[in-house]
């Protein structure tokens, strides 16, 4: 009898053994992708001593008992906003729904009230360069920073989102530092020329009412050569691809960045 009991006990405690192994598992990157988790925001405020710059960024993850393996980054860069702050925490609607599918999501705030304004004359390719100069080198601190401090995501798929004037900083990145980044996402940048290449792979969402400088668009041709995806979004204006879209716009722009992410 008293075998009997022993014998169950230890069946008992073998079952707590495999519950506690399952519940401290790790996931991965792709066992998520159809999952919605629930989302918390952090934010911070970097310096970047070799500048003596502040950058702030916003944070966007999952709340999760287990560890993401090889989870994607996502850096997203806002449009120009006449250096008011919070520019960075203005497409929420994207920001978030991205963080409930699993990537790691980083919104930076590149506009500081002491920094001058965008000029707004002049030929823009000259007189916004060292703009988009300075965004570059945002992303590339934020980037550097994160692999300090959170070596665990996965490197190999640094994927970059650019809005408008953000979308050209994002752009020039990509010119400066084409092995930095695997995905490069362009809502609606105007002056930067997209790269006609393979690497990183390039997709570009265009607005129903701002057309990009000549040369801005890789053609038709050069689309099919380099697999560049270039759609036109007929009901949204260039102003409407942030938190001030409505939800069916937000909703349609959120499913093609999904899709460009998930390829």
Known sequence: MLQIHM???LQILFCFFLLSCTSHKN????????????VKSDSANWLDSSRNRLIPVAFYSQIVKDK???QQLVIVS???????????????????KLA??????????????TDDLLPLTGIPQVVRRSNWERGAENILFVLNELKRIKPELDFKYVNLVGH???GDMTVLFAHK??????????LDNRRMELPRTFQPKIYSLRSSDQPADEGVLPTVEEQKKFGIKIIKLPNTIHNDMNDRGNKRQKKEINAYILDFLAE
């Open 7 to 9: 014998k169950i006990y």
């Open 100 to 113: 409930s599918k699993g990537y790691f999501v980083v919104s930076i705030q590149h506009e500081l009230p």
């Open 68 to 70: 993401i393996l090889n």
């Open 177 to 186: 530092y084409p092995n930095l980044a695997n995905k490069i996402i362009s």
């Open 27 to 38: 996931t991965t990157n792709a066992e998520v992708n159809n999952q919605a988790f629930e």
């Open 164 to 166: 408008s004037n953000g």
């Open 78 to 96: 806002h449009g120009y906003a006449e250096n008011k702050p919070g520019a960075n925490k203005s497409y929420s609607y994207l920001t978030k």
